[in-house]
């Protein structure tokens, strides 16, 4: 199998992806339309950590980190590494010395559409990452594939240079074109939260603040008592 090694691919600009990184996984998505989430099973191996940074992306081979290796020289400070295989793998295809490679060189984190591997050693570190699925799996490193290519997980594309966003919640990815209009449109959603929140600490209800009450109404959804709902029940 051949493959490619594309250098100096396009990135989001570096002011545009630390807005994003002030806001979660969450906010940016509702941001983009509830978009560019990588899906449920990609998880973080830390609790507490939000990272941001431009993506690296490897498509490499099942059971294999040959790619992995090659990927390490493409990466430099503010990016994150986001790798997928040719077809479904859960092996541990990243441990704890490519995250010493990698955090010399600045890397803010790892996303793996794969395992990984001695995540107590990653936590231990301060090494960022999400895979899906903890592995102790071994590998080996025969087969070419590509680094800096448009990939996708989970249906969804990451290219080169887009920004990757990934807290507790899981990651998205923001198309660098769209990095500036997606911070400020999340810098505008957590401003509505903020009152929202504050008017719930009020004591006012979703019901009356979303205006549900109407919705409830047209879906007919009745109240009653619980004299009136056992009454209507049993005749």
């Known amino acids: 199998m051949g493959g490619v090694i594309v250098t100096n691919p396009p990135k989001a600009d570096a002011e545009d992806v630390e807005a994003l990184a002030g806001f979660g996984v969450a906010t940016v998505s509702e941001a983009m339309g509830r978009t560019g989430l990588l899906g449920p099973s990609i998880r973080p191996v830390q609790q507490g950590v939000r990272v941001a940074g431009t993506a690296v992306t490897v498509l490499g081979w099942p059971g294999d980190n040959l790619m992995i290796h090659a990927a390490v020289e493409q990466c430099g400070a503010g990016d994150i590494l ?14 704890e010395l490519f995250a010493t490679a990698l955090q010399q060189r600045g890397v803010r984190g790892v996303v793996l559409n794969t395992g990984i591997r001695d995540t107590q050693e990653l936590r231990d570190m301060g090494f960022a990452a999400w895979s899906r699925a903890v592995s102790s799996q071994g590998t080996v490193k025969a087969t070419g594939g590509s680094v800096n290519v448009p990939i996708a997980i989970d249906g969804q594309v990451v290219r080169p240079g887009d920004v990757i966003v990934a807290d507790d919640d899981g990651v998205v990815v923001v198309p660098r074109e769209k990095a500036r209009e997606t911070a400020q449109k999340s810098e505008a959603r957590e401003a509505k939260e903020a009152a929202t929140r504050a008017a719930f600490l009020e004591g006012q209800l979703g019901l009356d603040r979303y205006g ?3 919705t409830l109404k047209q879906l007919g959804v009745e109240y009653r008592t619980y004299e009136e709902y056992n009454t209507g029940a049993g005749s």
Do not use: A, K, Q
């Open 82 to 95: 986001v790798v997928t295989t040719t077809s479904p793998c859960t092996d541990g295809l990243f441990g």
């Open 212 to 214: 549900l009450r109407d």
